[in-house]
């Protein structure tokens, strides 16, 4: 699991298929919350699980913000793109 996890970041990193390798990066991040979590927000409340996960709550929404948005300018999916759309005209 961590391998495939560092696949993602790297894919990340590059800018290739980003969003797709977010997905998986969401979905980890969402279990990582909820098993590593609950046991404080039930023994401590909510705001020191809150303060002890914002890395985590910082990971899930950066990984929200690459599926919606992608990999911006600099990424090789974009120079992929560009490179496929002016080939195809």
């Given at each position: 699991?961590?391998?495939f996890e560092?696949?993602?970041?790297?894919?990340?990193l590059a800018g290739l298929l980003t969003r797709l390798a977010a997905i998986p990066l969401l979905i980890i991040m969402l279990?990582?919350?909820?098993?590593?979590k609950a046991a404080v927000l039930v023994n401590d409340g909510f705001?020191?699980?809150?303060?002890g996960s914002r890395t985590d709550w910082a990971m899930l929404l950066?990984?929200?913000?690459?599926?919606?948005?992608?990999?911006?300018?600099?990424?090789?999916?974009?120079?992929?793109?560009?490179?496929?759309?002016k080939q195809s005209f």
């Open positions: 699991m961590g391998s560092i696949i993602c970041a790297v894919l990340v279990v990582a919350i909820a098993t590593t705001w020191e699980m809150m303060h950066g990984s929200i913000f690459l599926i919606v948005r992608g990999g911006g300018k600099w990424s090789l999916d974009r120079k992929l793109t560009r490179k496929l759309w």
